[in-house]
């Protein structure tokens, strides 16, 4: 059982930045591929970004590319969400995730059944 905890949400205003980390309780974090999701008020989660077990690959929604940057420490269990450029369309409750399956299969399966999930750190981007 992974257990994650996500943290570093908070009110930024339009253009601003925000860096999201997410724990992992687990001692082999390099095992999971991990990701980040949100939920938007009203909406369905949607997938923002994913990256591999070693950091090497990564994979973005189009919405999110070249605003965020996903990155890893597998030496500290610890995953991060640097958001830059943000827009009021990016408020939502980011989720940390992380699977057992390589990015391939995941990005393959549409980001389906992902094996663990934190519970979620609240972004509010004002105009």
């Known amino acids: 059982q992974v257990q994650l905890v996500e943290s570093g949400g908070g009110l930024v205003q339009a253009g601003g930045s925000l860096r999201l980390s997410c724990t992992a309780s687990?001692?082999?974090?390099?095992?999971?591929?991990m990701g980040w999701f949100r939920q938007a008020p009203g909406k369905e989660r949607e997938f923002v970004v994913a990256i591999s077990r070693s950091g090497g690959l990564t994979y973005y929604a189009d919405s999110v590319k070249g605003r965020f940057t996903i990155s890893r420490d597998n030496a500290k269990n610890m995953m991060y969400l640097q958001m830059n450029s943000l827009k009021p369309e990016d408020t939502a409750v980011y989720y940390c995730s992380a699977d057992s399956r390589r990015l391939g299969s995941v990005v393959a399966a549409k980001f389906a059944s992902m094996d663990y999930w934190g519970k979620g750190t609240l972004v509010t981007v004002s105009s």
């Open positions: 687990e001692h082999t974090f390099s095992d999971y591929t």
